[in-house]
C-alpha cells in the first residue's frame, strides 16, 4: 500500500462527458502529480503540484484541468471526453525532490 | 525534449540466468528512478539513484547510473518467477518540479 488513495477504481462514461478524479496523497507529502498510462502513448506526466500551487505541465490537453486544494488533496478534471481519453490515470505523491513518486492504484477510465 | 529508450523492450528469461536492462535518455539528469509494474497494477518505487556512479541493490535487483554516458542499468541476478514484471526507467526533470519521464518499459518474463 503506497499510501496515496485514488478514487473512483473504474469510471464509464460516454463521449462528450465531463469527470472528476480524485488523489489524496500520503500524509505529509506535498507533491501530486498527474500521470496517463495508455498503450499508445505509454506513461505520460501531465501536471504537478506543490502545496497548492502548479508547480510543472506536461502534455495535458487544454480539455483537462486539475487542482490542488488545501487539505493537499488533488482533483484531475476531465471534459469533452473523446475515446482516445480512455486510459488509466494515476496519481503520485512524493516527499521531496530527491524522494521517490509513490503511486496510487490509479483510475482506469473507459469513454464509450 | 527528454526522450527515454529502454531495451530490450520484451525479454523472456530462464530462472536463474542472468540478464541487464538498459536505460538511455537523451538530456542531462542529476536523477534516475526504476519502477516495477505488475499487469493492471500501480508503479511500485524500486531504486531513486541521486548521482553518478550511484549503484543500488536490492535482492536479486541492482541499478546504476552512469549521467555522464546518459545511461542506466537494472540487473538482475538468477531471476525467479516472481520477479517476472514490466519495468520503467524515469530520469527526474531538470526543472523546478520533478516530472518523469518514462520509458517505454521492458517487460520481463521469468519461465521455470
Known amino acids: 500500500d503506497s499510501g496515496v488513495t485514488q478514487t473512483p477504481k473504474h469510471l464509464i462514461t460516454a463521449t462528450g462527458q465531463r469527470v472528476t478524479l480524485r488523489c489524496s496523497p500520503r500524509?505529509?507529502?506535498?507533491?501530486v502529480y498527474w500521470y496517463q498510462q495508455s498503450l499508445d502513448q505509454g506513461l505520460q506526466f501531465l501536471i504537478q503540484?506543490?502545496?497548492?500551487?502548479?508547480?510543472a505541465k506536461g502534455n495535458i490537453l487544454e480539455r483537462f484541468s486539475a487542482q490542488q486544494f488545501p487539505d493537499l488533496h488533488s482533483e484531475l478534471n476531465l471534459s469533452s471526453l473523446e475515446l482516445g481519453d480512455s486510459a488509466l490515470y494515476f496519481c503520485?505523491?512524493?516527499?521531496?525532490?530527491?524522494?521517490?513518486?509513490?503511486f496510487g492504484d490509479g483510475t482506469r477510465l473507459s469513454i464509450l | 525534449e527528454l526522450k527515454v529508450e529502454q531495451n530490450p523492450l520484451f525479454l523472456s528469461m530462464q530462472e536463474g540466468k542472468n540478464y541487464t536492462i538498459y536505460c538511455n535518455y537523451s538530456t542531462t539528469s542529476d536523477r534516475l528512478y526504476w519502477y516495477r509494474q505488475d499487469p493492471g497494477k500501480s508503479l511500485e518505487s524500486l531504486f531513486v539513484l541521486l548521482s553518478n556512479g550511484a549503484v543500488k541493490q536490492e535482492g536479486r535487483l541492482m541499478a546504476s547510473l552512469d549521467t555522464k554516458a546518459r545511461l542506466s542499468t537494472l540487473h538482475i541476478t538468477a531471476a525467479v518467477h516472481d520477479l517476472s514484471a514490466t519495468y520503467f526507467c524515469?530520469?527526474?526533470?531538470?526543472?523546478?518540479?520533478?516530472?518523469?519521464?518514462f520509458g517505454g518499459g521492458t517487460r520481463l518474463m521469468v519461465k521455470p
Open positions: 500524509s505529509g507529502d506535498l507533491s
Open positions: 524515469a530520469p527526474g526533470g531538470s526543472n523546478a518540479g520533478n516530472m518523469l519521464t
Open positions: 503540484y506543490y502545496n497548492g500551487e502548479e508547480r
Open positions: 503520485a505523491s512524493s516527499g521531496g525532490y530527491n524522494q521517490p513518486q509513490h
